[in-house]
């Protein structure tokens, strides 16, 4: 089952380097300077040198090693604005726009993920989701055959038997009322993140209704894209519609669909929206003593990903290793 040592062990095998969009947070920095200390990731920070070493400095953090590059001082800055005029070129993006738009530090940061000076991102402990996700969107796009970004939490307990429980849920930050289609989108992505993080994935495709026992368009969205979801992914053990408690419960998967391999053992969960996935990961971090690692961006070309505002160093580091193994 999960452990970070795991991801840690895949970057000692092949380090990575991260780009952080805010690099005179203090937060920043001292997340920074803990990945300094080993040789796994190698960290990117975006602003003025003489700026961001005094708030290393005064905030008592090491940050020597670490790469600073300044959007106003890059010496690569002219390939980088032809390079985002012909990423931007059916907006019409003129090389003063594009200078303009790449001294910000979010959409610099997206470039140079783009130009493969770095390969990842994480932004976001001063900007919002959206500040994060547009550039990556207009600039590093999707994976062929995606249509959208989605996002999943990884959610990690420990247990009696020493081992880490770890559950999947999408989409719990970005898409609103994703459709069918979507959906099916969003399963195929968290599979794979899943793997990555020790789980096995068998999913559940979440409703108020279990295989019938309920009526509406909610109900009947979730059923659709389950019954796509298998025909797209055969080898993935899906079931849906289907509530929750049937999804995890032995003894009600028994009542409720006992011929459901899936049943009474899911733990990868397909929520109909963002208010339900919204509200259902944080029941589990509150109430369930869940820890929560996320949102964790899929279907972009290249990992970016975003913090929250309220993140704090520790969130940073483990975020920044979760990133940068998704590479």
Same mark, same amino acid.
Do not use: W
């Given at each position: ?13 092949? +380090? ?17 300077? =803990? ?13 003025? +040198? ?6 290393? @400095? ?12 300044? +959007?106003?001082?890059?010496? =690569? ?12 070129? *059916? ?10 738009? &790449? ?23 001063? /900007? ?18 995606? *249509? ?9 307990? +420990?247990?009696?038997?020493? @081992? ?10 970005? %898409?609103?009322?994703?459709? @069918?289609? @979507? ?11 899943? =793997? ?11 409703? /108020?209704?279990? &295989?019938? *026992? ?18 797209? /992914?055969? %080898? ?12 995890? *419960? ?16 899911? %733990? ?9 996935? %919204?509200?259902? /990961?944080?029941?589990?971090?509150? &109430? ?11 279907? &972009? ?7 929250? =505002? ?18």
């Amino acid at each position: 089952m999960f452990g970070f040592g795991q991801l840690i062990d895949i970057l000692k095998k092949d +380090p990575k380097k991260i780009v952080f969009t805010e690099g005179t947070d203090p937060r920043i920095l001292e997340a920074s300077s =803990r990945l300094l200390a080993s040789n796994f990731l190698h960290p990117i920070l975006i602003g003025k +040198p003489d700026e961001i070493e005094a708030e290393a @400095e005064k905030s008592g953090f090491n940050i020597r090693g670490a790469q600073i590059i300044d +959007p106003e001082n890059y010496d =690569r800055m002219d390939e980088m604005v032809e390079m985002f005029c012909e990423l931007r070129k *059916s907006k019409g993006v003129t090389p003063e726009q594009a200078r303009q738009t &790449l001294s910000q530090a979010n959409y610099f940061g997206t470039m140079l993920v783009k130009m493969g000076v770095a390969d990842s991102l994480l932004g976001g402990a001063t /900007y919002s989701t959206a500040d994060t996700v547009r550039p990556a969107l207009q600039l590093i796009k999707t994976k062929p055959g995606n *249509s959208i970004v989605s996002s999943c939490f990884i959610l990690v307990r +420990p247990s009696a038997t020493g @081992e880490n429980e770890v559950l999947a849920m999408a989409d719990c930050a970005i %898409n609103i009322k994703p459709n @069918e289609d @979507e959906l099916v989108e969003i399963v195929g992505e968290t599979a794979e993140c899943a =793997r990555i993080f020790g789980i096995d994935p068998q999913v559940a495709f979440l409703s /108020y209704s279990t &295989l019938g *026992s309920g009526k509406g368009e909610d109900v009947d969205k979730m059923r659709n894209a389950a019954a796509k979801a298998k025909e797209k /992914y055969p %080898n993935l053990p899906i079931e849906g519609e289907i509530q929750f408690d049937a999804a995890v *419960s032995p003894r009600v998967a028994r009542t409720k669909c006992k011929d459901s391999q899936v049943a009474g053992h899911a %733990n990868t969960f397909v929520f109909p929206d963002i208010n339900a996935g %919204n509200i259902g /990961y944080k029941i589990a971090q509150r &109430l369930g003593n869940f820890e929560a690692y996320g949102p964790i961006l899929l279907g &972009l070309n290249a990992p970016v990903n975003d913090l929250s =505002r309220g993140c704090n160093a520790a969130e940073v580091y483990s975020m920044a290793i979760i990133t940068a193994a998704l590479a």
